[in-house]
Structures are given as C-alpha cells and as structure tokens.
C-alpha cells in the first residue's frame, strides 16, 4: 500500500496553536461507519452518543514537563528534552536517561551542559538514531523532581510561539489530561484525545452509567515520526512501553457495552495486548509490554467498539489507523478518510494535539 494514500493537503491556519478556552468546547465530527454519515458537534455534546454499560478505555499517562534548558561551559546554549529513563549498567550510575538534545553536534561523548543550582548533564553515549544517554547530577532531587521544577511541556515542533510565561503557565495545565496519574508520569508526548475531557464531563457520563478502564502507554516522540517509506509496510513502527492492570484486561472481555478507545494510544495498547494476551499474560495479574504493533488495512479489532480521536498529520502511523477502523478488514476506509478530513477542512476544524476531535462509531 503507498504512503501517499495517506498524505493530504491542510492549510496552515487550521493547525491549532493553543487550546480552547474550556475542554469541551472543541469541536466534535461524529462518524456513523453503518450508516457512512458524519455529524457537526461539540465536544460536550459526547453524552448523546453514549450509553449505560458503554466502558472509556483511556491512557492516564502523564507527561513529564521534560524540556529543560541548560548551558555548555562555552557559554553556548542547550535544549535537553528528557524521553525516558535509560537502565544503566553501572549502578552507581542510577540518574540517568535517553535524551534528544540541540544543538547534537556540539555536544560529544563525554560533553557536560549545566542549569546552574538544579544540575549538571554528561553525555556518555549516542544512537544513529539522535539519542544521547545523559547521566545528570543534580542537588539532591532527581532529574525527573527537577524537571517538575523547572521544565517546559514538550510541546510538538507544529506548535508555535508559546515562549512566554502565560503560556507556559497555561500549556502545563492543557497539555495534560484532567485525569493523569502523576504517578506514572511517563510521557513524552500527550495522548491528545483525552485532553477535551472535564471534571464535569466525566462526572456526567459517570452519572449515565458508562464506565472508565485505564491503561498507561508511555507516549514517545516516535508518534510524531512520519512515515517516510515508499511502502506502508515497509515503514519500521516505534515501539512504546505499556501498562495492562488486571481489572482494566478483566473490563475488555466483561463490558456490557461498547468498548470506546479514548485516542489511538489506547487503541495500541489494547490491541497488542490481546495479540499477546493468549501466550505471555499471566491469567488475573497484571500485565507489562511493549507496543510494537502497526495497524494499517486491511486489519480486524479485537478489543475496540468505537474510537475517539482527534486530527492527525499527514503520512502519519496514526492515520494509518483510523483508516483501518473506519472500514476494518478492508481497505475502504483509506478513500472514506480522505473524504472525512477534506470535509473537516471545509468546515475549518483545529487540527493536531491542541485541535478538535472525531469520535467513530
């Protein structure tokens, strides 16, 4: 299947810079698969489309406010944006993590960058890839409690002009679910979907009898990678850790409803899971993995009803997927996709991480 299949022309003013001023007031494109119609809502308008036994699988990972700033002893500057922790080989050796770091080029095995007070970084290896293992001595919090302190969120490179401290301010609270787990703070990127959620939104849906089951994926960069060969199968998948806890994989086969993914993240996780469950998952225990499947068409879902998920960019894995779930087990979905986000462009709807959602039925 060819990559370009996948590619789309969206001009740049629809690309959403900051958020809504209230979660639930981002739009909403309602997909009806049986019916091949779509509707124009909002966001808080998600009540009417669900029902009592419906159960919301969702990521409650949560991001690490992992961007921090720091200085070469030239006095040159350095971004370090923290991706995840590394298992060192030394235990002496117990703060350290794979790290993308700018300018890369300047900064050889065995160079230091500092943030005076909070840190100091030594580079001590580099992938192919970009990464570099840093190990950071601090003043005596970890890395991670430092970040808390003084970190920026890792906002996408599509978002823009957010160096001022109101922004800041606002991305550390918006670029967060209402419902993560601090502790699993683990991510790197957010799981888009979930941030249109309320407080009072979800307490509605409580109300109404549809349920919540959480799952945590450590959301990498490798979500924002697009595809860039010729073939979609010849594309190489990222690869991302994965929390299953008992009573959600219990949830997936006892939900009396539907079982409705909260963004593609979730979608990953439950899907490698059931591929896996059978063979490697310990009956009533919890379960540990690492998402390595690629969903594209033609290709059947074991574990998702409906989907939840918000606009994604072009030549993407993510569109890949929402192609396969609009039409599983065919490759229709790939033409209905195009007609969906051309109408979506029609009507002006914000696209990328702080932009609107569709939810698929």
């Known amino acids: ?60 990972a949560a991001v690490i406010p992992a961007r921090l700033h720091a200085t070469r002893p030239t006095g040159g500057q350095v971004e370090c944006l923290l991706l995840r922790p590394a298992i060192a080989p030394q235990a002496q050796a117990s703060d350290q993590w794979w790290c993308l770091l700018r300018p890369g080029k300047k900064l050889p095995l065995g ?54 401290d109101d922004a800041r301010s606002i991305d550390r609270e918006r670029y967060q679910t209402v419902y993560a787990d601090r502790g699993h703070q683990v991510a790197a990127a957010a799981p888009t979907a979930g941030l249109h959620f309320t407080p009072q939104l979800l307490s509605q849906l409580a109300t109404q009898g549809i349920s ?27 690869r991302e850790i994965y929390e299953m806890p008992k009573i959600t994989a219990q949830a997936l086969h006892a939900t009396q409803g539907r079982r409705i993914a909260v963004g593609t993240t979730s979608v990953r996780t439950i899907e490698d899971y059931l591929s896996r469950a059978s063979t490697e998952a310990q009956p009533g225990a919890d379960f540990a993995g690492e998402a390595q499947i690629f969903i594209y068409p033609p290709r059947a879902f074991r574990g998702v009803d409906a989907l939840i998920t918000n606009f994604h960019q072009p030549r993407s894995t993510l569109l890949c997927l929402v192609a396969t779930f609009l039409a599983p087990e065919s490759t229709e979905g790939v033409a209905w996709l195009k007609e969906i986000y051309a ?18 039925l």
């Open 1 to 60: 299947m060819k990559t370009d299949l996948f590619d789309y022309s969206l001009p740049e003013r629809l690309i959403a810079q900051q958020p809504v001023d209230r979660r639930d007031d981002s739009r909403l494109l309602v997909v009806h698969r049986q019916q091949h119609t779509i509707e124009h809502r909002h966001f808080r308008d998600l009540p009417a489309y669900l029902s009592a036994g419906d159960c919301l699988f969702r990521n409650n």
């Open 111 to 164: 160079a230091t960058f500092s943030r005076e007070g909070f840190f100091t970084g030594t580079v001590l290896e580099k992938t192919a890839d970009g990464l570099a293992r840093v190990a950071f001595t601090t003043s005596g919090h970890d890395i991670l409690a430092i970040a808390n302190q003084i970190g920026e969120m890792p906002l996408p490179p599509y978002i823009t002009g957010r160096d001022n």
């Open 343 to 360: 109408e979506a462009i029609a009507h002006e709807y914000r696209f990328f991480s702080y932009g609107d959602a569709m939810l698929i």
């Open 212 to 238: 919540t089951a959480d799952v945590t994926l450590h959301v990498g960069l490798g979500t924002f990678r697009p595809i860039a060969t010729d073939n979609i199968e010849d594309h190489a998948i990222h």
